[in-house]
């Protein structure tokens, strides 16, 4: 019984490969174990401390660039959680501005314009063979060279641009904005709605409607005519140069510019050319057909070709988002204040505690990357053919 | 079989690679020797302090304290090779093992010394923080600077110092962070920020450099102790004592009046601890694993603390430092060398 049973894990192919797999999976487990203890050993008799006791202590220092309120007597995990979100504010906004580029850029080196062609092509070959960190330093001190503070250069009168950001009014919301608020949330889902009734429409009676005029005017109106109603319950609040800086209102950093422009200049290059290709993977015959029907062009390219190429363009879409994501790391090299940069950085050199705040940012990488995959492939199914034509 | 017999070489290598890594580590100063040159952490470039000049060759009275543990290890002040950090990677680039010693204004402090497992050997400069604004901002204290932008050098006690200056006195600012001091000059010059704050030496060496130094004030207030020092990693103390008596033996030859230009005259003096510290006197340095004639070639290679002092950073020089605090005990500063005996 015994004999016949080793037997089978011996000679039977399947069983055999199941064992293999646990015992490799085990030691690499056992592997994993014995640097984590080794690690801790070596740490102890060098006198480093370890552990995450850290992430409760204060930072000791001032983070400027925040989406949240932070001084330097916060702890540590707090100054985690103002890099993520100075990370992620930068991962979307280069995201969505290299996206818009992209497209154009792509759109562009098809057109049948000589000049704007070979612009395009100059720009996505220069962009794309010059390492982004030089490009980020480049726009950073292009920025520097701005007009120093006290002479900022006033844009209406409302913004000031100078070497040390773009300074606007902040809104100040007083009560009852909350009401113009929500009427704009619910004149887009009402839009929705109305869209999906008017197209259902189209399809019966092959009227057409100007969907896209009718669902603006919905969503521009709406919150306006409650604003008056709600007796204009938004002030703003004006920057004004006052000693040192400006005091009041709201600030762009250059730090932050630098990083825009640098990775989603960058990415777009990229992205272009999968828009590129995926236009051209759709088939001529798909645009000969739709212009012997007669279909004007802005509409060949919005309905007929755009729709065919996304499914191209999609996957290779989402490696970019994800290396602009990781690419917001060089971040320290300006001083933006990102995740790598304060976490990362500052309180690493603060509290020696290098093995476990790499691990933590690597997690936070690795976490940030798999949504955005995650997300993507959602998207990218819902582009995909669906076969019920 | 293949599989399994593969499986059994990954396991022999699992054990290896673990063993591997468990392999104690040898003592820096075997592995210094072994090696035939030092590995020394500096500055990425700070004037005075540790920089490389236009021949390339590094200098300042940081990289000197690294030349006086070559010329004690090897007999020989350039067998050096100086490894550039910025102040936030500085303490993982020593505990990697990338360095032997780091020295590179760095300031000790209790957390330094204790969790973050260095050891600090001495100070070979006393220091505090400052801050430097433009003349024309017509600024004439610290206590003015209400906001304010700072250009400030991140993972330096100096940042912290900061933060707590500012709040203490009940002022806010917005911090510039830079890497290192070249952005930070460059950011300060080019109006960025308003003030540059780091310790008071590094502002006289950054203004040194500025195409017009008078345009620049340093603030009357220092806001801190900034004693600052060569540091090695905790848990090696024959390397640490061999580092601490290097510049122990630069500071005692100042005290004794030897210097590189008499330092073979002084082998003939009566005074037994001049004997002693050249060597004269045999077995002070097999005390520390090195031959006798270990501070001899400091001294003779490197020179004493305050030649080192006046080359780099002393008032003939651009930076034109006093000796201030900087001076030995008995001329009215707080430098001050335990007893060579
Ligand atoms: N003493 C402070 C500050 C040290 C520091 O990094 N100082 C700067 C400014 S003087 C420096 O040495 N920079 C030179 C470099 O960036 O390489 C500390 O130890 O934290």
């Not at chain 1, 759109?107 to 996505?124: C, D, E, K």
């Not at chain 2, 390339?56 to 050096?80: L, N, P, Y």
């Not at chain 2, 402090?109 to 400069?125: A, I, K, P, Q, W």
């Not at chain 2, 920020?193 to 340093?218: E, F, K, M, N, Q």
Request: charged share 15%; with cysteine; proline share 4%.
């Amino acid at each position: 019984m015994q004999t016949s049973l080793i037997r089978k894990i011996i000679f039977d192919e399947k069983s055999r490969s199941l064992l293999v797999q646990t015992l490799v999976i085990g030691l690499f487990a056992l592997f994993i174990y014995l640097i984590a203890q080794q690690t801790a050993y070596n740490l102890e008799k060098r006198g480093i401390s370890s552990g995450f006791d850290f992430l409760n202590i204060s930072a000791g220092y001032d983070i400027s660039i925040r989406l949240i309120p932070f001084t330097s007597e916060d702890t540590h995990l707090r100054a985690y959680f103002v890099g993520l979100l100075n990370t992620l504010m930068i991962a979307v906004c280069g995201c969505i501005l290299a996206t818009i580029l992209g497209f154009l850029v792509g759109i562009i080196r098809l057109s049948s314009n000589w000049l704007f062609r070979n612009i395009a092509y100059v720009y996505v070959e220069f962009t794309r063979n010059v390492p982004v960190l030089l490009q980020i330093i480049l726009y950073y001190s292009i920025l520097l060279n701005l007009p120093k503070i006290k002479q900022a250069f006033p844009i209406f009168n409302t913004f000031y641009l100078s070497n040390r950001g773009l300074f606007s009014p902040s809104p100040i919301f007083k009560e009852g904005f909350s009401i113009v608020f929500y009427s704009l949330i619910i004149a887009i889902i009402f839009t929705i709605f109305l869209k999906r009734f008017l197209k259902s429409k189209q399809e019966q009676t092959g009227n057409q409607y100007p969907i896209f005029f009718i669902n603006s005017a919905i969503i521009i109106f709406t919150p306006i005519l409650f604003y008056y109603i709600m007796g204009s319950p938004l002030e703003f609040d004006h920057p004004v140069l006052k000693g040192f800086n400006f005091k009041g209102g709201m600030v762009i950093r250059p730090e932050f510019l630098g990083m825009l422009f640098g990775l989603s200049i960058y990415t777009a290059a990229f992205i272009s050319e999968t828009v590129r290709s995926g236009i051209i993977s759709v088939s001529k015959g798909q645009r000969e057909a739709s212009q012997s029907l007669g279909l004007k062009s802005s509409f060949i390219m919005r309905l007929i070709i755009i729709p065919q190429a996304l499914r191209v363009i999609i996957p290779p879409l989402t490696s970019q988002y994800l290396n602009l994501t990781k690419n917001s790391s060089l971040g320290i090299a300006i001083g933006y204040a990102d995740l790598v940069h304060g976490f990362g950085g500052i309180s690493l050199n603060q509290t020696g505690r290098a093995i476990e705040i790499m691990l933590i940012v690597m997690l936070t990488y690795l976490s940030i990357s798999l949504i955005i995959s995650l997300s993507m492939n959602i998207y990218n199914k819902s582009v995909q053919f669906k076969g019920n034509a | 079989m293949t599989k399994i017999k593969s499986l059994f070489i990954s396991l022999l290598l699992t054990l290896g690679v673990s063993t591997a890594i468990a392999g104690s580590h040898g003592s820096t100063h075997d592995l210094v020797k072994d090696r035939g040159k030092l590995m020394c952490g500096s500055n990425t470039g700070l004037a005075g302090f540790g920089a490389p000049n236009d021949a390339g060759v590094w200098e300042g009275i940081d990289v000197d304290v690294c030349r006086a543990v070559a010329a004690a290890v090897f007999g020989d002040a350039s067998k050096v090779e100086y490894v550039p950090t910025t102040s936030k990677v500085r303490f993982t680039v020593l505990q990697s093992g990338e360095i032997d010693m780091l020295s590179r204004n760095t300031t000790w402090t209790l957390s330094r010394d204790v969790d973050l497992g260095l050891e600090f050997v001495g100070v070979n400069y006393y220091d505090g923080q400052g801050f430097m604004v433009s003349k024309d901002l017509g600024v004439s204290s610290a206590m003015e600077l209400d906001g304010a932008s700072v250009c400030i050098q991140v993972g330096t006690t100096t940042e912290m110092n900061l933060a707590d200056f500012f709040k203490a006195n009940g002022m806010s600012y917005e911090s510039v962070p830079v890497e290192t001091n070249s952005e930070a000059d460059a950011a300060y010059l080019a109006g960025r920020c308003d003030i540059y704050t780091t310790d008071a030496s590094g502002l006289y060496a950054s203004r040194a450099g500025y195409p017009d130094p008078s345009a620049h004030v340093v603030l009357p207030e220092i806001i801190s102790k900034e004693p600052l020092g060569p540091a090695v990693r905790h848990g090696d103390s024959e390397w640490a004592d061999i580092v601490r008596w290097s510049l122990n033996a630069m500071i005692i030859g100042e005290e004794l009046g030897i210097n590189s230009g008499n330092v073979d005259e002084m082998k003939g003096s009566n005074n037994p601890e001049v004997l002693r510290l050249l060597g004269v006197d045999a077995g002070y340095g097999a005390m520390l694993g090195l031959s006798d004639d270990w501070a001899y070639n400091i001294l003779s290679q490197v020179g004493n603390y305050s030649e080192s002092f006046e080359k780099h950073i002393g008032p003939n020089t651009p930076i034109n430092i006093q000796r201030g605090l900087n001076a030995l005990y008995k001329d009215g500063g707080i430098l001050y060398a335990p007893p060579f005996r």
